[in-house]
């Protein structure tokens, strides 16, 4: 056991310091040339070429005082052509790497440029000389891969680009590289990459209306190497709907309002979007999805008004501009109010007196509050008075009558109250209006027979019946 833990440490120990030792040769400023060393001679088909990377392969060599192989490489392309010839006068000279064992037959060299010369030769080594050099091989690293043989591209669909390629005939492809860039960018852009060699189609999303965009392919193998750009092919948007033409509203309608516009005359129309807001710059909401170009709007209000728009939506959800365009429609207002012209209380009779402002009226209603008391208090409503007079023949002692005058349209619409007319069929008081008369003074022809003038009283508004 003793025996066998010393023997796994020496060996241990000549393994650390044989790696500590070890270096990759090269050959020295002033070689010395030994031409009893072997020459490298390549095999039949000794050179393998690819657009990253070439190969050799060469003959074994048998003699035991070879410890390697010594590597020479030149760029001799891609230079100008002054400095390429007089690189071609002198002799290729400039090591680049070795092959540490003389059993080796293949040598593979992977710093290779694309559609690029370059000339090789080989040394074989001793430990204190060289062999002359091999023939120079010179040779030209394939050419970039050509991309997509084909690419077309579906125009007019909404807010996206479609592109479809027929797959790259080379099983060396790994993915596509989409690249993109519009009418106002001069450098082709890196969108995205599809994986797998058999995939052929990429669709673009999120994209601006009516809007153009180039796009072009370029493929890229599992070893890294970028092809050369497919041709470029153009895609434009679909453009909106046409915005909606000859909105209007009505304002003399009562309790609605009819909105109405041109058809719209996109081919692929689908519905409208109506919307609707308080104020001309407030918050437009969707009150309606419509199929026909007119809508009624119940508003149920007088005098209401609302302000509209109205946008087209084709089959593909997009929707037209509607922002610039607001109409205002409104419902029909109230009448006027009729202005009170007289009131008085002649006898057990109160008759009352109006002029007409609106020329809407049709006829009029009164709202009669009677109070005794403090709290009983009786309201009635007389409608239907044709003209602007009326005598109030159901009147009590001791009791306190307000009298308000409404004007009505054919409609059925009724103006706001006129003021309030305050009369005590015991005794007249007259508050709160500009004019007011007092005492008998200044009192108004009567209305009726002149012979009941001691007991004829006038009334003018108030404000409040309290």
Same mark, same amino acid.
């Given at each position: 056991?003793?025996l066998?833990?010393?023997?796994?440490?020496c060996?241990?120990?000549?393994?650390?310091?044989s790696?500590?030792?070890?270096?990759?040769?090269k050959?020295?400023?002033k070689?010395?040339?030994?031409?009893?060393?072997?020459?490298?001679e390549?095999?039949?088909?000794?050179?393998?070429?690819?657009?990253?990377?070439?190969?050799?392969?060469?003959?074994?060599i048998?003699?035991p005082?070879?410890?390697g192989?010594?590597v020479?490489?030149?760029?001799?392309?891609?230079?100008?052509?002054?400095?390429?010839?007089?690189?071609?006068?002198?002799?290729i000279?400039?090591?680049y790497?070795?092959?540490?064992n003389?059993?080796s037959?293949?040598?593979?060299?992977?710093?290779?440029?694309?559609?690029t010369?370059?000339?090789?030769?080989?040394?074989?080594?001793?430990?204190?000389a060289?062999?002359?050099?091999s023939?120079i091989?010179t040779?030209n690293?394939?050419?970039?891969?050509?991309?997509?043989?084909w690419?077309?591209?579906?125009e007019?669909m909404?807010?996206?680009a479609?592109?479809?390629?027929?797959p790259?005939?080379n099983?060396?492809?790994k993915?596509?590289?989409?690249?993109r860039?519009?009418?106002q960018?001069d450098?082709?852009?890196?969108?995205?990459?599809?994986?797998?060699?058999?995939?052929?189609?990429?669709?673009?999303?999120?994209?601006?209306?009516?809007?153009?965009?180039?796009y072009?392919?370029?493929?890229v193998?599992?070893?890294?190497?970028?092809?050369t750009?497919?041709?470029?092919?153009?895609?434009?948007?679909?453009a909106?709907p046409?915005?909606?033409?000859?909105?209007v509203?009505?304002?003399?309608l009562?309790?609605v309002?009819?909105?109405?516009?041109?058809?719209?005359?996109?081919?692929?129309?689908?519905?409208?979007?109506l919307?609707?807001?308080d104020?001309?710059?407030?918050?437009?909401?969707i009150?309606?999805?419509?199929?026909?170009?007119?809508?009624? !709007?119940?508003?149920? *209000?007088?005098?209401?008004? +609302?302000? &509209?728009? /109205?946008?087209? @939506? $084709?089959?593909? =959800?997009?929707? %037209?501009?509607?922002?610039?365009?607001?109409?205002?429609?409104?419902?029909?207002?109230?009448?006027?109010?009729?202005?009170i012209v007289?009131?008085?209380?002649?006898?057990?009779?109160?008759?009352?007196?109006w002029?007409?402002?609106?020329?809407?009226?049709?006829?009029?209603?009164?709202?009669?509050?009677?109070?005794?008391?403090?709290?009983?208090?009786?309201?009635s409503?007389?409608?239907?008075?044709?003209?602007?007079k009326?005598? !109030?023949?159901?009147? *009590?002692?001791?009791?306190? +009558?307000? &009298?308000? /005058?409404?004007? @009505? $349209?054919?409609? =059925?619409?009724? %103006?706001?109250?006129?003021?309030?007319?305050k009369?005590?069929?015991k005794?007249?008081?007259?508050?709160?209006?500009v004019?007011a008369?007092?005492?008998?003074?200044?009192?108004?022809?009567p209305?009726?027979?002149?012979?009941?003038?001691?007991?004829?009283?006038?009334?003018?508004?108030?404000?409040?019946?309290?």
């Open positions: 056991m003793k066998w833990k010393l023997v796994t440490l060996t241990v120990s000549l393994l650390i310091l790696g500590c030792t070890t270096s990759t040769p050959p020295g400023d070689a010395v040339v030994d031409s009893t060393l072997p020459v490298i390549l095999t039949k088909n000794g050179v393998f070429v690819d657009m990253n990377a070439v190969a050799f392969e060469w003959k074994n048998t003699d005082r070879v410890k192989i010594y020479y490489k030149k760029v001799i392309a891609k230079q100008p052509q002054e400095d390429k010839q007089k690189k071609e006068e002198k002799e000279d400039e090591y790497d070795t092959v540490n003389r059993f037959t293949h040598y593979m060299d992977k710093n290779i440029e694309p559609d010369q370059y000339s090789y030769y080989f040394k074989t080594f001793s430990d204190k060289q062999s002359p050099s023939h091989i040779l690293s394939l050419p970039v891969l050509q991309s997509v043989s690419i077309h591209s579906i007019g909404p807010r996206s479609k592109i479809i390629w027929r790259h005939p099983p060396k492809v993915a596509y590289i989409i690249e860039k519009t009418l960018e450098k082709w852009e890196k969108l995205d990459t599809v994986e797998g060699r058999l995939n052929a189609e990429y669709i673009d999303n999120d994209l601006k209306d009516n809007y153009v965009y180039k072009r392919i370029r493929v193998t599992f070893d890294g190497i970028v092809s750009p497919s041709e470029m092919v153009k895609v434009v948007t679909k909106l046409n915005p909606i033409t000859g909105l509203a009505t304002k003399d009562p309790k309002i009819k909105l109405n516009w041109d058809k719209s005359t996109n081919k692929d129309f689908y519905r409208y979007y919307y609707r807001a104020k001309l710059d407030g918050s437009y909401e009150i309606a999805k419509l199929h026909n170009n007119l809508f009624t !709007d119940d508003i149920k *209000e007088d005098g209401k008004s +609302y302000f &509209y728009r /109205v946008s087209c @939506v $084709d089959e593909d =959800g997009l929707e %037209s501009e509607h922002e610039k365009v607001s109409i205002q429609g409104m419902t029909l207002s109230k009448p006027n109010a009729p202005a007289e009131a008085k209380l002649v006898g057990s009779k109160i008759e009352l007196s002029s007409q402002v609106d020329s809407r009226t049709k006829d009029y209603v009164i709202i009669k509050k009677a109070k005794k008391g403090w709290f009983d208090t009786v309201t409503e007389i409608d239907s008075i044709p003209n602007t009326y005598v !109030d023949t159901e009147i *009590e002692p001791d009791t306190t +009558y307000v &009298y308000q /005058v409404y004007a @009505v $349209d054919k409609n =059925g619409i009724k %103006s706001e109250p006129s003021i309030k007319i009369i005590q069929s005794e007249i008081e007259a508050q709160g209006a004019g008369v007092k005492n008998n003074e200044n009192v108004s022809t209305i009726g027979d002149t012979k009941q003038e001691d007991t004829q009283e006038t009334i003018i508004p108030v404000d409040d019946f309290n």
